[in-house]
Structure formats: C-alpha cells, structure tokens
C-alpha cells in the first residue's frame, strides 16, 4: 500500500506540473495571436552587400600599394 501512495503523489506532481505548462503555453499562443503576423515570420537574413566598382578599384590599388611597399623591404633585406 505504501507503493500505492507514493504512485498516487507522484501523479498528483505531475498532474499539477502539466496545469502549469499548459497555462504557461495558452499564455504564449496568447502573446504571439496579439502580435499578428510578425509572430508566424521567419527570420530573414540581411541583403548580401554589394560594391561599386569604384569602390573595388579603390581597394585593390591600396592592396597593390600595400604588397609593394612590403615587396620593397623584403628586397632591402635580401640585397
């Protein structure tokens, strides 16, 4: 009998946690329902940016000033 009880307490435990997620749960679709649409939306990731060639240019003529300068030092060490 003692078995018994303990089962008894236990599904009583759970009985009791299962009303609390179920009211936490009803509490959420609550929230997302008065949020409309924004809640169903899927995340959506930022636009791939885009660079002007000018820019490019820009970039790759400081890249190639850059790899110069160190072309010239490594020169200056060898000879």
């Given at each position: 009998m003692d078995i018994?009880?303990?089962?008894?307490?236990?599904?009583?435990?759970?009985?009791?946690?299962?009303?609390?997620?179920?009211?936490?749960?009803?509490?959420?679709?609550?929230?997302?329902?008065?949020?409309?649409?924004?809640?169903?939306?899927?995340?959506?990731?930022?636009?791939k940016r885009v660079l002007s060639a000018a820019g490019r240019a820009v970039i790759v003529k400081a890249a190639k000033k850059r790899w110069a300068k160190v072309r010239k030092q490594a020169k200056k060490r060898t000879g």
């Open positions: 018994l009880t303990a089962i008894k307490r236990e599904e009583r435990k759970l009985e009791k946690q299962l009303r609390k997620l179920n009211h936490q749960l009803s509490g959420m679709r609550a929230a997302a329902k008065a949020l409309g649409g924004s809640a169903g939306r899927e995340v959506v990731g930022a636009k």
